[in-house]
């Protein structure tokens, strides 16, 4: 099993900046993929962003939402079984629960049945 452990998560301006964490503990290294998804109320979980441990996909590095690309940034720390997502110029409609998520397989990256592992959430809100 694996757990996850976001935080990072708050309330800021439209503009602002947020980073969110997301801590991996236990069996991490049956894990080849680490991913963000987000959801409002009323939704399905909308992918965020993509990371291999190894960083890339066949040479292409991590994948992005068209919605955030240029905006958010996924980085990681293997030592510390630790992936970051830095959020710049939040907009409003960025305003969700934030999910952390790992995957055994790669493969299906961007959507979140392809995943094994979810953390519990953390909020986002980005007022106007």
Same mark, same amino acid.
């Given at each position: 099993q694996v757990q996850l452990v976001e935080s990072g998560g708050g309330e800021v301006q439209a503009g602002g900046s947020l980073r969110l964490s997301c801590?991996?503990?236990? !069996?991490?290294?049956?894990?080849?993929t680490?991913?963000?998804?987000?959801? $409002?109320?009323?939704? *399905?979980? *909308?992918?965020?962003?993509?990371? !291999?441990?190894?960083?890339?996909w066949n040479?292409?590095?991590?994948?992005?939402?068209?919605?955030?690309?240029?905006?958010? $940034?996924?980085?990681?720390?293997?030592?510390?079984?630790?992936?970051?997502?830095q959020m710049n110029s939040l907009k409003p409609e960025d305003t969700a629960t934030y999910y952390c998520a790992a995957a055994n397989s790669g493969y299906y990256a961007i959507t979140s049945p392809g995943y094994d592992y979810w953390g519990q959430?953390?909020?986002?809100?980005?007022?106007?």
């Open positions: 801590a991996a503990s236990g !069996r991490t290294s049956s894990t080849d680490m991913g963000w998804f987000r959801q $409002t109320p009323g939704k *399905e979980r *909308e992918f965020v962003v993509a990371v !291999r441990w190894s960083g890339f040479g292409v590095g991590p994948i992005y939402a068209d919605s955030v690309k240029g905006r958010f $940034t996924i980085s990681r720390d293997n030592a510390k079984n630790t992936v970051y997502l959430g953390t909020q986002v809100t980005v007022s106007s």
